[in-house]
């Protein structure tokens, strides 16, 4: 039987386990390419300060994905921002999504999906027109999760090394 996964408001005392997860996110994507994603070690002690004060940011939002049954446990996150307009990104005024992680025993339980049209639910509800996002080149499922939501490709990023 699957558990049951439900997106809810983190809180404070999520905090500590939602930084492990903002912090794996790090991980994976330095893994992928180490010299585009930094990776300043420890990431835990400053992802928690950091998404604590969001809690009081009317502008954000912190969603947790919470699998249910005789011991609930969190499996996953979500995080972003109604942000005005970017005249650097050429963006207009956006809900942002920043974060979305899934820890690994969860993925393909649906929790990634629970947890992005949550997140697209209070961004709306924030006044935000529209929802934009950055995705690792080499994150494909993300890809096909974001795309079924309806979101389409809008720039390509591109590096070059010194």
Not at 82 to 98: I, K, T
Not at 99 to 124: H, N, S, T
Request: aromatic share 6%; glycine share 6%; proline share 7%.
């Amino acid at each position: 039987m699957i558990p049951s996964i439900k997106a809810r408001p983190a809180e404070r005392a999520d905090m500590p386990e939602v930084a492990r997860f903002a912090a794996q996110l790090v991980r994976l994507h330095h893994a992928l390419d180490p010299h585009r994603f930094m990776c300043l070690e420890p990431l835990e002690p400053g992802y928690e300060r950091w998404l604590t004060r969001e809690l009081e940011n009317p502008d954000a939002v912190i969603l947790v994905a919470e699998r249910g049954g005789a011991e609930p446990a969190l499996v996953g996150y979500a995080y972003g921002r109604r942000e005005p307009r970017d005249w650097m990104s050429l963006r207009d005024a956006s809900g942002v999504l920043h974060d979305i992680y899934v820890a690994e025993p969860a993925r393909r339980l649906g929790a990634g999906a629970i947890l992005l049209e949550a997140v697209i639910a209070r961004l709306r509800d924030l006044g935000a027109p529209r929802v934009v996002l950055h995705t690792a080149t080499q994150n494909a499922a993300g890809q096909r999760l974001f795309e079924r939501f309806g979101f389409r490709r809008t720039m390509v990023e591109m590096t070059l090394e010194l």
